[in-house]
């Protein structure tokens, strides 16, 4: 069997390779044996790989957050699954052609849904949808503001938020950006590079945009300087939260922002989200997001796949800026 490891910390390019391991043997009684079909390359794996995440495995590692599978064979115990069925996996270590995981460790999916999409199921339609129900607004109608909206969590953002009655005004930095986004189902779209904007100005469209209705909350993936322009486009006591960081900088807002307007900064993180909900809330979400992937809802663009032999190319591959989709590598290919 084959798995991708690094030995040491460093370029995903030069430190990853190729291996080849004992595979797993039959399944325990509850075990589900999976082949895995596909994997996304995601930005916080090559953070990982990187030695720069807040995670540092002890090495050798086998990285990897996110994968779909097929279930091979399962244990006398296991009453979800059946051989054929396909399942996500929701722990680490996913860059692999086969795992024996638990029972417990595999969410029940759609089975009509694109494998393809079902391996970046996990972060990108997960990510947003939980965002949305910790954060976003109840009353139908309202505005939503997000950074970074052609990327995969934020097309999945404008189509929930049009899923729940609520509209979303969506920044991207290239014009040929907005209309992947309008798709999705994006109500309208701002183009802004941010890092060089100023506040007022962004706000000043963001208003045109709306109607001259202020956003109730704002989705960040950029960080830095984009911060104080988007609280300048916010309505007053608005959260914005930032779930990731692309500018690499620190996030910046003024004292008036916070102390005459009531204007906040949140941070967000899909695996602490997940860990004070019930198993099964999880469980019923990620169906939910699997059958909405089924119907066709939620499809997040795919620039490419590899072979597991590719590795070094598709990990260069997803570290692209200005890349359109997801890059998955296919191990069993």
């Avoid at 954060?135 to 934020?154: D, E, F, K």
């Avoid at 109607?211 to 322009?229: E, I, K, M, S, W």
């Amino acid at each position: 069997m084959k798995r991708i490891a690094y030995h040491a910390f460093g370029d995903p390019a030069a430190v990853c390779r190729v291996e080849t391991v004992p595979g797993p043997g039959p399944p325990g009684p509850e075990q589900v044996l999976v082949e895995i079909l596909a994997f996304p390359i995601n930005p916080s794996d090559l953070l990982v790989i990187r030695g720069v995440h807040r995670s540092r495995p002890p090495l050798p590692a086998q990285p990897g957050a996110e994968s779909v599978g097929r279930v091979l064979a399962v244990g006398g115990a296991v009453r979800r699954f059946a051989p054929g069925d396909l399942a996500v996996p929701m722990t680490r270590e996913s860059w692999v052609q086969r795992r024996l995981l638990p029972e417990s460790a595999l969410l029940v999916v759609d089975q009509q849904a694109d494998p393809l999409q079902l391996a970046m199921l996990r972060g990108l339609p997960g990510t947003a949808w939980f965002m949305l129900e910790d954060h976003g607004p109840r009353q139908a109608g309202a505005w939503i503001l997000q950074t970074a909206a052609n990327s995969g969590v934020g097309l999945c953002l404008a189509a929930l938020a049009r899923a729940r009655a609520l509209r979303s005004l969506n920044i991207v930095r290239r014009p040929e950006a907005g209309a992947a986004v309008i798709s999705a189902g994006g109500d309208a779209v701002v183009i802004d590079a941010l890092a060089e904007t100023l506040a007022e100005p962004l706000a000043e469209r963001v208003l045109t945009a709306t109607g001259g209705t202020r956003p109730l909350v704002a989705f960040d993936a950029v960080a830095g300087p984009a911060t104080q322009a988007l609280a300048a486009c916010l309505a007053d006591d608005a959260a914005i939260i930032v779930y990731g960081l692309l500018s690499g900088e620190p996030c910046r807002l003024t004292p008036e922002q916070l102390i005459f307007h009531g204007r906040s900064l949140k941070g967000y993180s899909l695996p602490a989200a997940l860990a004070w909900r019930p198993e099964a809330v999880v469980r019923r979400d990620y169906m939910a997001l699997s059958q909405m992937v089924a119907a066709g809802t939620l499809k997040v663009p795919v620039a490419a796949t590899y072979p597991m032999d590719g590795i070094a190319e598709a990990v260069r591959h997803a570290a692209l800026d200005g890349r359109d989709g997801k890059v998955l590598v296919l191990p069993n290919h």
